[in-house]
């Protein structure tokens, strides 16, 4: 339901260009859904966003993000309030976590109709791209922050990595949406989601659909990113030698244990 009327629509789905350009703004409004880039104590990148929006809009936000977090040497992205989105987002941000070797992330396994009425399976993959631009984020540790809003596309995002275990998610288990679908407005303000598709992991030949995606590390939403980050902490500290940069994540480690011990 809608208090405000659906936008009105074309015979394809597609808002009116005059939505459309609307719509663009708002997106724009919300810088793509990227929220927060940040560089912390240890040399530690820490990226929050929303939304898998198409690259299309969001692309060139995307990559700036990537490339501001290129130098630190870990990197955590902050998915506990995202909802989903465009499976084409999800390649392009993970391409920059792997070389240039393609990778299979996952499949959608779309129901058709064909002329004569007769319904058929259409499957599309989703790799990693032969190219992006700036540098790629290989052989350094990655951390995931999920909770029970993750969803659709997010939850892809987690389970990709999970599986290529080019991640450590860590968080709450994610909420369960793996059918993707389309909307169907059915009165100008009641409108029905109506699912058409499937996720198949190439790994599992499973996906998360009303189980969600386990963390690797499960705690609350609410202590996710302190033990993402303490964790990236010491998986560096260990490996490590420049003096300075030991001190740097001691000093950090000391900070983040102090916080979460006045928070209890």
Known sequence: YSF???????SGRSPYPKEQEKQRLSMAWDNFGFYKVERLSGNIG???FRVFLPPDVAGDTAIAAMNFLSNTSALI???RKNNGGSPDMVALISTYLFDDKPVHLNDL???ERDESGEFYERIEQHWTLPYVPGARYLDKPVYVLTSNFTFSGAEEFANNLKQ?????IVGETTGGGANPGR?????DHFGIFIPTGRAVNPITQTNWEGTGVEPDLKVSAELALKTAYL???KELLAKTTEPEF???LKQAIITVEQESAESD
């Open 246 to 248: 030991v001190e740097e």
């Open 46 to 48: 820490y990226l929050d």
């Open 231 to 233: 964790a990236a902490l």
């Open 183 to 187: 909307f169907e407005p059915l009165h």
């Open 109 to 111: 396994i779309w129901r």
């Open 164 to 168: 290529l275990k080019r991640a450590t």
């Open 77 to 79: 992205f902050d998915i």
């Open 4 to 10: 405000k009327p659906f936008p009105p629509m074309e």
